[in-house]
Structure formats: C-alpha cells, structure tokens
C-alpha cells in the first residue's frame, strides 16, 4: 500500500454540494473515521494522479 496523500490522489474531489473536498471512494465506517481523524495513513484506494489528469477529471 501507498502512503496516503489525499491532495495528491485522484479520489479526492470538491464536492460543490458540501463546498469541501472528499474522497470519492465508498469507504466503510472504520476507513471514514480514519479518513476524518487523519490517521488514514496506509489508504488502499490511493492512486496518484498528476495535475493534468485531476483536472480533467473535475471538468
């Protein structure tokens, strides 16, 4: 598994409802409680994403 760096992953996305950035991926109870702590360290779902591909996928 990956370091987790949600500024860097291409699951992290603005969410215009909320008006925050969340992870996009379903997680369980456990893996969102680690996610809100800052604790989620090891994230299974983390995929780096450079800048071009984060934003083309916002667009």
Known sequence: MEKA???DC???AY???????TC????DEDEMM????GTF???PYYR???DY??????N
Not at 15 to 21: G, K, V
């Open 10 to 12: 291409i699951n992290y």
């Open 53 to 58: 591909t984060i934003v083309r996928k916002q």
């Open 34 to 37: 680690r996610f809100i702590s």
């Open 48 to 50: 780096m994403g450079d």
């Open 24 to 27: 996009l991926q379903n997680l």
């Open 5 to 7: 760096n949600c500024d």
């Open 15 to 21: 969410d215009e409802d909320y008006e925050c950035y």
């Open 41 to 43: 360290s090891e994230c």
